[in-house]
């Protein structure tokens, strides 16, 4: 089962090299179907391998001029704020059994991939629907008010889910702040690897595995070094659909095996 897991992180860095997104949603059921990790902690572990991944990403894509770092560093302050206050206080403060009844039992665990698979799901009807746009606002013309509000939720949800992000993130930059969609993924791995390094940094619990989530890592890194050739070669709307359309299937299943 391990091999295949390692397999499937390769497949991780390569969803994150194509679509700038989607690490966090492949790596939190790696972790946990392939090598055993406990709920919450394969959200915590999971902030290292794509935060890490993403952060040769970001690199590659600078060196390509294809990182918008103003909006970039715009977003990442209330992302950082808002990943503090969930893995400072909300994730500490809840109990591990949410709700225990006759009918329903329902675990932090539990909780978490629930809410991630809904996201997942707003997230990737958001992507398959839109069209293309012929609007060519900046994101410097874009409110603040907005692109914080947005940063806050992405941190939020970077925190209590583990995830990156990137799959609100590239979203938010290519619809909202009608950022190009090849500089929408390269600023998305640069906030997704500063989301996530800061987000493991402030886990009160970090699984000990390392061994294998350097191995995990190494495989995610040649996954995304791949996946990066083939960024320059796909149309924008193409690129928006599979990035939907896989996180679609992802989503239904994580929803088919936690609760059916």
């Known amino acids: 089962m391990e091999m295949i897991g390692y397999l499937a992180a390769i497949l991780m860095g390569l969803a994150l090299g194509i679509i700038g ?81 006759s009918w329903l039992n329902l675990t932090k665990s539990d909780l978490t991939l629930l809410i991630f698979a809904i996201l997942m799901i707003f997230s990737a009807r958001t992507m398959i629907k839109t069209k293309p746009s012929t609007n060519s606002a900046n994101a410097s013309n874009f409110s603040l008010i907005n692109i914080f509000a947005k940063g806050f939720f992405v941190g939020c949800v970077t925190g209590f889910v583990g995830a990156g992000g990137g799959f609100l993130i590239v979203p938010a930059l290519a619809l909202f702040f009608k950022i190009p969609m090849q500089k929408a993924i390269g600023t998305s791995l640069m906030i997704i690897s500063a989301n996530s390094l800061f987000g493991f940094t402030m886990s009160t619990q970090i699984n000990t595995e390392w061994p294998a989530l350097i191995i995990i890592t190494a495989l995610g890194i040649a996954g995304l070094l791949i996946g990066q050739r083939f960024t320059g070669k796909m149309p924008e709307q193409i690129l928006k659909k599979i990035f939907g359309y896989f996180i679609l299937a992802i989503a239904l299943v994580l929803l088919l095996d936690q609760f059916i």
């Open 21 to 101: 997104g989607g690490g966090s949603i492949l790596t939190v059921p790696i972790l946990i179907y392939f090598f055993k990790f406990e709920g919450t902690a394969a959200a915590t572990a999971s902030l290292f391998v794509v935060g890490s991944t993403a952060l040769v990403g970001g690199i590659i894509n600078t060196y390509k001029k294809n990182v918008d770092f103003k909006t970039g560093f715009t977003f990442a302050i209330p992302s950082f704020i808002g990943v503090f206050l969930v893995r400072r206080f909300a994730l500490p403060s809840m109990p591990d059994s949410i709700i225990s009844s």
